[in-house]
């Protein structure tokens, strides 16, 4: 039902800050969870971050905990991640999903982040 699309992402040198958009649409896009995964090359999706779009519960991943903030607009209807104090280790693509019932519905068409040493 809803739809997401992610932008934001580029290249930024390490120490630096980036901040990623999803934008959401769709008219139950309110009721779901909203995730920040990411994808490196050769590697499993993992989890990032997370945001109870009704309630404002947040959780991290320990990897970026204390660097990324995820957070919520919901005039604009979107979801952003801030990573600051980039690392290379950060590369990777990034994806927004929405989660109801702590199954994941819909995913975005991810943004490459590139974290130069």
């Known amino acids: 039902q809803v739809q997401l699309v992610e932008s934001g992402g580029g290249l930024v040198q390490a120490g630096g800050s980036l901040r990623l958009s999803c934008a959401a649409s769709?008219?139950?896009?309110?009721?779901?969870?909203m995730v920040w995964f990411r994808q490196a090359p050769g590697k499993e999706r993992e989890f990032v971050a997370d945001i109870n779009w009704s309630g404002g519960r947040t959780t991290y991943a320990s990897s970026v905990k204390g660097r990324f903030t995820i957070s919520r607009d919901n005039a604009k209807r979107t979801v952003y991640l801030q990573m600051n104090s980039l690392k290379p280790e950060d590369t990777a693509v990034y994806y927004c999903a929405a989660k109801d019932g702590g199954v994941v519905r819909t995913w975005g068409q991810g943004t490459q982040v590139t974290v130069s040493s």
């Open positions: 769709g008219r139950t896009f309110s009721s779901y969870d």
